[in-house]
């Protein structure tokens, strides 16, 4: 009898043991190995991931976390659909145009509020009013080319009016750098820092015109997973938006740390570009809406705001809500 009582005893401060760590249901068993995608290939903007990383945020909050990059939104919500990746982060206006067609993802948090898209150019461009007339590269499948004829739609401003020169990313640094084009299609977090790289020893300028800036109020990453492990395992998916958000918080509050941590982790990128990139991200997720609303929190206007947009730009047919996209509640507000 005294011999099962030791046994009950010892079972007992286990348990104790356990609980008073303040671990997790996931934390206290062995980490999950998942798989996380970010949007593209890595740059600054992909710095909190890496910081999770290395500082043990995923492992503590029970996540043996893979972070490989992709070759844009579309893939992520491909490689989620397909048991390819378990996580990712992908743009709005991606997840509303799958989501549309059928896809069975959702958004869960919001990685970063605004979109960072716009145009860069070596003369200031600071309205719509004022692009009219000049000669923008894109490619062919570039979303600005849908998303500029928007603003200007709602300006009251003839689209006619943006002259567009088909180009591959590749060479819109060298068309603008060589001024053979007035304006570019860029992002402020990735493609900025890096073109102001190059084009400062030539004593050339970069300006950015923001989307945002211009009334394209969407959105801009979303924290994505499947609408199955939503619904099957809402704990881990709460656990996971929760430390991401401890990681991202992190590196608002120590950049030069946190840029120092990609750059360890991915050695072959720039640490000076880096920081200028995360900087420029880190805009775009303190914004007011944010520090109103709390980070990553999504309010079913601004959702119904974004998909309306969507809509607009890219000729969507039928309706969508808030809930067809984002599942909210797994974010602490």
């Not at 461009?125 to 007339?133: C, R």
């Not at 860029?186 to 102001?196: C, F, M, N, R």
């Not at 360890?264 to 200028?276: C, G, I, R, V």
């Amino acid at each position: 009898m005294n011999t099962a009582m030791r046994r009950i005893g010892t079972v007992l401060l286990a348990i104790v043991v356990v609980l008073s760590a303040g671990g997790s249901p996931l934390s206290a068993q062995a980490p999950k190995k998942i798989t996380f995608l970010t949007n593209y290939v890595f740059h600054g903007r992909h710095t909190p991931y890496f910081v999770g990383l290395d500082k043990g945020f995923y492992r503590d909050a029970g996540f043996d976390v893979q972070i490989n990059p992709a070759t844009g939104s579309g893939f992520v919500i491909s490689a989620l659909e397909g048991g390819k990746a378990d996580y990712g982060m992908a743009e709005s206006t991606s997840v509303v145009q799958a989501v549309a067609k059928g896809a069975r993802v959702k958004a869960f948090g919001v990685f970063m509020d605004i979109t960072t898209s716009g145009l860069a150019s070596l003369t200031p461009y600071p309205t719509p009013e004022s692009i009219l007339g000049k000669t923008v590269a894109a490619s062919l499948t570039d979303s600005a080319r849908v998303i500029v004829p928007i603003i200007l739609n709602r300006k009251g401003l003839d689209p006619t009016k943006v002259n567009w020169q088909a180009a591959d990313p590749g060479v819109y640094f060298s068309l603008l750098l060589e001024r053979k084009v007035d304006l570019i299609t860029a992002s402020i977090d990735g493609d900025v820092p890096a073109l102001t790289r190059v084009a400062t020893p030539q004593g050339k300028t970069v300006h950015f015109a923001a989307f945002g800036d211009w009334g394209y109020d969407v959105f801009g990453y979303f924290l994505v997973t499947t609408a199955t492990k939503i619904g099957e395992k809402p704990d881990e998916v709460r656990a996971f938006a929760a430390v991401t958000a401890k990681a991202v918080k992190y590196s608002i509050d120590h950049p030069e740390e946190a840029a120092r941590i990609m750059v360890k982790h991915n050695p072959t990128l720039d640490e000076a570009t880096t920081l200028a990139q995360w900087r420029q991200s880190i805009k775009a997720i303190t914004t007011p809406y944010v520090a109103k609303n709390g980070y990553g929190v999504a309010t079913p206007e601004r959702l119904q705001r974004t998909i309306d947009l969507v809509r607009q730009a890219f000729k969507m047919e039928g309706t969508l809500s808030p809930g067809d996209i984002y599942a909210d509640g797994f974010v602490a507000r």
